[in-house]
């Protein structure tokens, strides 16, 4: 049973990869290298599981207080953000 869990998982992960890779990776990339200029990725790590209108409008915050980002890699941010679960590795590592 375990065993038919996994691979239902690995399945299903592996059709998502294949059809958000791209955006998702971008968005990943610039999470691990731009949120972390100004304080620790901790503080995103424990609001995961909020939605997509909590990121867009959190996202803008962190431009106002000086991050650059153009508008479209901060979409890649928030849709990825918005799709992370509670505890997602790399954010919360
Ligand atoms: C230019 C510096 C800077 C950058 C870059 C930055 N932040 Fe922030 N962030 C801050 C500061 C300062 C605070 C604390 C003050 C505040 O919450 O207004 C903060 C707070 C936060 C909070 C807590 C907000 C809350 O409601 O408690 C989250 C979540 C967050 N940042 C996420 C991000 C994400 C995601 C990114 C990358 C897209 C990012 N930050 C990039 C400066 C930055």
């Not at 909020?50 to 959190?58: F, G, M, N, S």
Request: charged share 25%.
């Amino acid at each position: 049973m375990y065993r038919l869990g996994f691979l239902i998982l690995a399945f299903s992960l592996s059709w998502v990869y294949a059809c958000a890779g791209q955006p998702e990776a971008k968005g990943k990339e610039l999470l691990m290298a731009q949120c972390v200029s100004c304080h620790s990725n901790q503080i995103t790590c424990i609001n995961l599981g909020e939605d997509r209108a909590y990121w867009d409008k959190t996202v803008v915050r962190m431009v106002k207080k000086g991050m650059d980002m153009s508008d479209e890699e901060q979409d890649l941010v928030s849709e990825y953000l918005a799709g992370l679960e509670p505890g997602a590795s790399p954010v919360c590592e």
